[in-house]
């Protein structure tokens, strides 16, 4: 009898599942309570709301440290619709990008466009790759208003999914709308899903910070377990993921 196991490594973000394998030589009652349990552990594992996907996504490109900016207008830039103010940021993002290329870096930005909370007024929320002097370069480019600057924080009180609950936080005015973006040079999650032996049992690295965990939640049919956990690197996350291939 064998298990499957699926793994979501996200720079230094892991999500790990084990579930009963479904046999084609099960009887028809043992598939149907694999398939449950099956469906219960892939579901933690599936991004379904828009900000467990930019959690993900958060996590693939950047490290503590890394810059969140909120790039607010003073009264005679402040724009008046969404497409001004989209425009108006994507014409900074032209230029803070013209300007790491003419150094040989790269810019990895996540954005998002906000204006119905608070007193209305359109501002921008991102997360910005750091090259180590930023602060003036990024002012200075947008000069438009103010820059408020954060590092990046990664911990149990404070991570990518406070992050990304914050940037998906205002309601969309359309349907289809999306609330965030980010260029296209970003990495994506890497996913992978294979077989492993009955006894397989999950375990997070002993210095990693564990965000969740099921323990093993045991049926007649079997038994699953999911955790969510950031360890110390994403070299730690990516010798995990591969162990398989030993």
């Not at 969404?82 to 300007?99: I, N, P, V």
């Not at 998002?112 to 501002?123: L, P, Q, T």
């Not at 940037?167 to 709308?177: F, P, S, T, W």
């Not at 093993?216 to 079997?222: H, K, L, S």
């Amino acid at each position: 009898m064998a298990k499957r196991k699926k793994i979501i490594v996200a720079g230094s973000l892991v999500l790990e599942s084990v579930y009963p394998a479904v046999n084609s030589r099960d009887r028809t009652g043992v598939r149907t309570g694999k398939h449950k349990i099956s469906s219960e552990a892939q579901r933690r594992m599936n991004a379904i709301y828009s900000y467990q996907k930019l959690e993900l996504l958060l996590a693939a490109n950047f490290t503590e440290g890394d810059l969140v900016c909120t790039l607010t207008y003073d009264d005679r830039h402040l724009p008046e619709s969404r497409k001004a103010a989209e425009g108006k940021l994507k014409y900074f993002r032209q230029k803070l990008s013209a300007a790491r290329k003419r150094r040989g870096e790269t810019l990895i930005m996540f954005w998002n466009s906000e204006h119905r909370h608070g007193d209305g007024r359109w501002h921008h929320h991102c997360v910005i790759n750091s090259t180590g002097n930023d602060y003036t370069e990024i002012l200075n480019l947008w000069g438009q208003g103010e820059v408020e600057f954060t590092p990046l924080r990664v911990d149990r009180e404070e991570n990518y999914a406070t992050l990304a609950r914050y940037m998906a936080k205002e309601e969309r005015e359309r349907v289809g709308q999306r609330s965030w973006s980010y260029t296209r040079n970003a990495r994506k999650p890497e996913v992978e899903t294979y077989l492993v032996p009955n006894d397989e049992k999950l375990k997070p690295p002993r210095t990693a910070i564990v965000f969740e965990d099921t323990g093993d939640v045991q049926t007649e049919y079997g038994h699953y377990r999911f955790i969510k956990y950031l360890c110390a690197s994403s070299s730690v996350a990516r010798r995990r993921a591969h162990r398989r291939r030993r």
